[in-house]
């Protein structure tokens, strides 16, 4: 999600906040967003080829933190990642910044908080927990993230849960305890658990967090929001760099490591929101939601092609009981 600011795009108010199509000099990025969406089979189509695409990108994000170890430092990586899309950001959407910037700076704390827990500090967390778990491990637990907003939104806005979501709650975190026992009881018993995993699902909390405050988000553009957020995130991961050199953990790109990070700012942080906010400009953001399920399938699959990480008995369990378990909380809400 992965870095994946999944939650952000699909809550922001679509009709609404999306640009609509005015000029011809607009970039390419922006203008695949903007394009006006027919009611067609074809646009469906089109639909769920760039919503797979964002979902394959968010799933890359593990294969990335996996491969990033050995290769730099987990908390430049967030500097750097944060760094690379503000700059890409200032590029093809400064004129929205230019626009909002009357009611964003009002917002100031308000942006600066979602920027740091949903971005610096989730990836913070992502990019240290996969030194010490699989990146199979890393898309699962992601994939729970839509239980633990439910449980976000129950806890501070006493939105109502029904049964059938409770029970798929419980399913879910049935699936993360199995992930992180590796399936075994005694681990489980013992309530011994990787701290790779248990960093992992923090992040998860994190994020659920910053998912529930969008509820009080500005009345912005979807993309002068994003870039403010951005910018905080920027901001919040440099003391967190500092510290990590202060306490002489800092490792500087390798060649391999000057290499994952354009991929990292490419995929999971840019194309990934392009791509999900044309989705949901043709189909709706419920609709588009759906496909952010892929994340821990494209995940699992990704790492056994490309780390050669081996799909254990357990993570289909696993990978099971959080999808079910999402399925049962998403056809249990009150119609």
Same mark, same amino acid.
């Given at each position: 999600?992965?870095?994946?600011?999944?939650?952000?795009?699909?809550?922001? %108010?679509?009709?609404?906040?999306?640009?609509?199509?005015?000029?011809?000099?607009? @970039?390419?990025?922006?203008?695949?967003?903007?394009?006006?969406?027919?009611?067609? &089979?074809?646009?469906? =189509?089109?639909?769920?080829?760039?919503?797979?695409?964002? $979902?394959?990108?968010?799933?890359?994000? #593990?294969?990335?933190?996996?491969?990033?170890?050995?290769?730099?430092?987990? =908390?430049?990586?967030?500097?750097?990642?944060?760094? %690379?899309?503000?700059?890409?950001? =200032?590029?093809?959407?400064?004129?929205?910044?230019?626009?909002?910037?009357?009611?964003?700076?009002?917002?100031?704390?308000?942006?600066?908080?979602?920027?740091? #827990?949903?971005?610096?500090?989730?990836?913070?967390?992502?990019?240290?927990?996969?030194? #010490?778990?699989?990146?199979?491990?890393? /898309?699962?637990?992601?994939?729970? =993230? @839509?239980?633990?907003?439910?449980?976000?939104?129950?806890?501070?806005?006493?939105?109502?849960?029904?049964?059938?979501?409770?029970?798929?709650?419980?399913?879910?975190?049935? %699936?993360?305890?199995?992930?992180?026992?590796?399936? &075994?009881?005694?681990?489980?018993?013992?309530?011994?658990?990787?701290? /790779?995993? !248990?960093?992992?699902?923090?992040?998860?909390?994190?994020? $659920?967090?910053?998912?529930? /405050?969008?509820?009080?988000?500005?009345?912005? &553009?979807?993309?002068?929001?994003?870039?403010?957020?951005?910018?905080? #995130?920027?901001?919040? &991961?440099?003391?967190?760099?500092?510290?990590?050199?202060?306490?002489?953990?800092?490792?500087?790109?390798?060649?391999?490591?000057?290499?994952?990070?354009?991929?990292?700012? !490419?995929?999971?942080?840019?194309?990934?929101?392009?791509?999900?906010?044309?989705?949901?400009?043709?189909?709706?953001?419920?609709?588009? /939601?759906?496909?952010?399920?892929?994340? @821990?399938?494209?995940?699992?699959?990704?790492?056994?092609?490309?780390?050669?990480?081996?799909?254990?008995?357990?993570?289909?369990?696993?990978?099971?009981?959080?999808? %079910?378990?999402?399925?049962?909380?998403?056809?249990?809400?009150?119609?």
């Amino acid at each position: 999600m992965t870095n994946r600011a999944f939650a952000a795009v699909q809550q922001f %108010g679509w009709s609404r906040l999306v640009p609509s199509r005015r000029q011809a000099a607009t @970039p390419i990025a922006m203008r695949i967003i903007m394009a006006t969406p027919a009611q067609t &089979s074809s646009h469906d =189509l089109q639909a769920y080829a760039v919503l797979s695409i964002a $979902a394959l990108c968010w799933a890359g994000n #593990s294969i990335f933190g996996r491969l990033a170890v050995g290769e730099i430092s987990p =908390l430049l990586l967030v500097s750097f990642r944060w760094l %690379g899309v503000l700059l890409l950001l =200032l590029i093809f959407a400064r004129r929205y910044i230019r626009q909002d910037w009357s009611v964003l700076r009002g917002r100031l704390p308000y942006i600066a908080i979602m920027g740091a #827990s949903g971005f610096a500090l989730f990836n913070a967390l992502f990019y240290v927990a996969a030194h #010490s778990t699989t990146a199979i491990n890393l /898309g699962i637990l992601q994939g729970a =993230l @839509p239980i633990f907003v439910i449980l976000g939104m129950f806890a501070i806005f006493r939105v109502q849960v029904t049964r059938i979501q409770m029970v798929g709650v419980i399913v879910t975190i049935a %699936g993360v305890v199995i992930v992180g026992s590796a399936g &075994s009881l005694a681990r489980i018993a013992a309530l011994e658990f990787r701290l /790779g995993d !248990l960093l992992m699902i923090a992040a998860c909390v994190l994020y $659920a967090g910053y998912t529930v /405050g969008l509820r009080n988000r500005p009345e912005v &553009s979807a993309l002068g929001f994003f870039t403010a957020m951005v910018a905080a #995130s920027f901001a919040t &991961s440099i003391p967190l760099t500092v510290a990590e050199a202060i306490a002489g953990q800092t490792q500087w790109p390798t060649a391999k490591g000057w290499a994952i990070i354009p991929m990292i700012v !490419l995929f999971p942080s840019f194309l990934a929101q392009i791509c999900f906010l044309r989705g949901v400009t043709l189909i709706g953001p419920n609709r588009a /939601g759906v496909f952010i399920n892929l994340v @821990p399938i494209f995940a699992s699959v990704l790492a056994v092609i490309f780390l050669r990480e081996k799909f254990e008995f357990f993570h289909g369990i696993a990978l099971v009981f959080v999808l %079910g378990g999402i399925w049962l909380s998403e056809h249990g809400k009150e119609k």
